[in-house]
């Protein structure tokens, strides 16, 4: 079983910077889809960006210039590098792995294998 691990949420103005890691337990990692999920107060949990075994990487809408995904397979890490914040990025950010990047295109949090614990990111002025 795959564990992920978050590291790097925080506070920040907007229009500022965070960047986000994740660390897998093991090398079932370097097969998966990796990614990240976000959930603010009161909503649903909705897919961000996500990078696949060979390195194709998707992004929301709401995200796409701003937010940049990538992966170190040496390190079993994918980091989320998110530039330029606003006050509606503000959420519960989740690692998340899985054999395919379906969950991510199909909008399917549902259908996520693995999930990390969450690190909060709030934008706030």
């Known amino acids: 079983q795959v564990q992920l691990v978050e590291s790097g949420g925080g506070s920040v103005q907007p229009g500022g910077s965070l960047r986000l890691s994740c660390a897998a337990s093991?090398?079932?990692?370097?097969?998966?889809?990796m990614g990240w999920f976000r959930q603010a107060a009161g909503k649903e949990r909705e897919g961000v960006a996500a990078i696949d075994s060979d390195g194709t990487t998707s992004y929301a809408d709401s995200v796409k210039g701003r937010f940049t995904i990538s992966r170190d397979n040496a390190k079993l890490t994918v980091y989320l590098e998110m530039n330029s914040l606003k006050l509606e990025d503000t959420a519960v950010y989740y690692c998340?792995?899985?054999?395919?990047?379906?969950?991510?295109?199909?909008?399917?949090?549902?259908?996520?294998?693995?999930w990390g614990q969450g690190t909060q990111v709030t934008v706030s002025s």
């Open positions: 998340a792995a899985d054999p395919g990047c379906g969950p991510w295109l199909k909008e399917d949090a549902l259908s996520v294998d693995y």
């Open positions: 093991d090398d079932k990692y370097k097969a998966a889809c």
